[in-house]
Structures are given as structure tokens and as C-alpha cells.
């Protein structure tokens, strides 16, 4: 493993370790196409940084099933997407933005 994958996985690993999910405010999101990627940009109040998540979608594909690929998406990133403060509509609506 490289250096910088290991740095990677590392910060990402203390992130998720003191992500606190009362401490952030979703902002907006971000659709990447190549590769398939949701980009949820959030606030934490309490240091007034602004942060990027990246939500792969690997298995995206033009008939995906939009309820399926969101319900996995939620049930992975459950720590960022919290249905109180990011509702599913609001990600679904995404699509309609294509």
C-alpha cells in the first residue's frame, strides 16, 4: 500500500472515529459522473470548517433501481446521512437535475 493511500485511510478512519452527528449541518450536495460519485458538503458549527463526504455509487448504472441504490447508500453512510437532516427526497431529487 502507498504512502499516501495509507494517510488516506488513516484520516479517514479518525474522521468517521470523531464525527459528531449532532455537531454538523448538511449543506448542499455535488453529482460527480466519472466515476459515480455524490459529493455531501456539511458544516460543523463548532469549529466553522466546511467538509466534503464522497459517496461512491460503483455499481451506478443508467436502469439502476433509485430506491435500492439510495437505500444502500443510507444504510452505508448512515453517519453523514442522517434521514433527520438529509432527507431521502432531497437526495432523490438529484436525478431530476440529470
Given at each position: 500500500m502507498k504512502k499516501k493511500e495509507k494517510e488516506e485511510k488513516l484520516s479517514k478512519a479518525t474522521n468517521e472515529r470523531i464525527f459528531n452527528q449532532q455537531d454538523y449541518q448538511p449543506r448542499r450536495f455535488n453529482l460527480k459522473f466519472?466515476?459515480?460519485?455524490?459529493?455531501?458538503?456539511?458544516?460543523?458549527?463548532?469549529?466553522?470548517?466546511?467538509?466534503?463526504?464522497?459517496?461512491?455509487?460503483?455499481?451506478?448504472e443508467a436502469n439502476s433501481d433509485i430506491e435500492e441504490t439510495l437505500k444502500q447508500v443510507y444504510e452505508k453512510h448512515y453517519v453523514y446521512l442522517d434521514s433527520q437532516k438529509v432527507k431521502v427526497s432531497q437526495v432523490k431529487s438529484i436525478k431530476s437535475h440529470l
Amino acid at each position: 500500500m502507498k504512502k499516501k493511500e495509507k494517510e488516506e485511510k488513516l484520516s479517514k478512519a479518525t474522521n468517521e472515529r470523531i464525527f459528531n452527528q449532532q455537531d454538523y449541518q448538511p449543506r448542499r450536495f455535488n453529482l460527480k459522473f466519472n466515476p459515480p460519485i455524490i459529493v455531501l458538503e456539511y458544516v460543523v458549527p463548532s469549529s466553522g470548517k466546511t467538509y466534503n463526504h464522497n459517496i461512491k455509487l460503483k455499481k451506478l448504472e443508467a436502469n439502476s433501481d433509485i430506491e435500492e441504490t439510495l437505500k444502500q447508500v443510507y444504510e452505508k453512510h448512515y453517519v453523514y446521512l442522517d434521514s433527520q437532516k438529509v432527507k431521502v427526497s432531497q437526495v432523490k431529487s438529484i436525478k431530476s437535475h440529470l
